[in-house]
């Protein structure tokens, strides 16, 4: 029971170009999604976050849109660039649940130059 | 530095095995997690530790896992009689939770936790 999708695996884009990344979720107790990026052999580092009572949140190059009547996220990031290539993350919690996050699998994000 | 520290960065271990994971979080963070992450797979959650509260051990797969949690700082994931399938790097995190707020969870790089 995946309540967080991520269904795109991976997404290649111009460097320069905008990168949009997509995320699902199904329980509507949700109310703090956030982005996490992870490059390989480290830990995810946090991105971005928004609460359910937003519906954008931005941060330099990076936005988060939320749309709760279609359950959907998405993280822009707009100019794209080589080193924003990595695996991007979508998590989802509840202070209901106590905080422990509901993560998807992932999209592997390549910019390419 | 002062990001969450985890060691050993990697263990291999042959089945049958107890391990040890530890985990130092950041400095007056209040909330501890344990999170893993199997190959091909997104993070899935473990335990969560609070304060001076009961742990939330919901997420841990059985009952050859445990966490504890000495003086409301370091952890300390035990998983006994290793299995295969406990293969994983295993993620620890922690935040400040704030009053009513959500708090970001901060990452260490995690454990690559290999079982022969």
């Known amino acids: 029971d995946q309540q967080v999708k991520q269904n795109s695996p991976s997404l290649s884009v111009q460097e320069g170009r905008i990168s949009i990344l997509n995320c699902d979720y199904t329980n509507s107790m949700f109310d703090y999604f956030l982005w996490y990026k992870k490059y390989p052999a480290e830990g995810p580092t946090f991105l971005i976050s928004i609460s359910s009572i937003k519906d954008k949140n931005e941060d330099g190059r990076f936005t988060v849109f939320l749309n709760k009547s279609a359950k959907h996220l998405s993280l822009h990031i707009v100019p794209s660039q080589p080193g924003d290539s990595a695996v991007y993350f979508c998590a989802a919690n509840s202070m209901e649940y106590g905080n422990k996050l509901v993560f998807g699998a992932g999209t592997i994000l390549r910019v390419k130059s | 530095g002062a990001g969450v520290s985890q060691s050993p960065s990697n263990k291999v271990t042959e089945k049958g095995k107890d391990v040890e994971l530890r985990c130092d979080p950041i400095s007056g963070h209040t909330a501890l997690y344990w999170y893993r992450q199997s190959l091909g797979q997104g993070l899935e959650f473990l335990i969560y530790?609070?304060?001076?509260?009961?742990?939330?051990k919901s997420g841990l797969p059985s009952d050859r896992f445990s966490a504890e949690r000495t003086g409301g700082s370091v952890s300390t994931l035990t998983i006994q009689r290793t299995q295969q399938e406990d293969s994983a790097v295993y993620l620890c995190a922690s935040s400040s939770l704030g009053q009513g707020a959500n708090q970001p969870q901060h990452f260490g790089d995690g454990t690559r936790l290999s079982i022969l």
């Open positions: 530790f609070q304060g001076n509260s009961a742990p939330d």
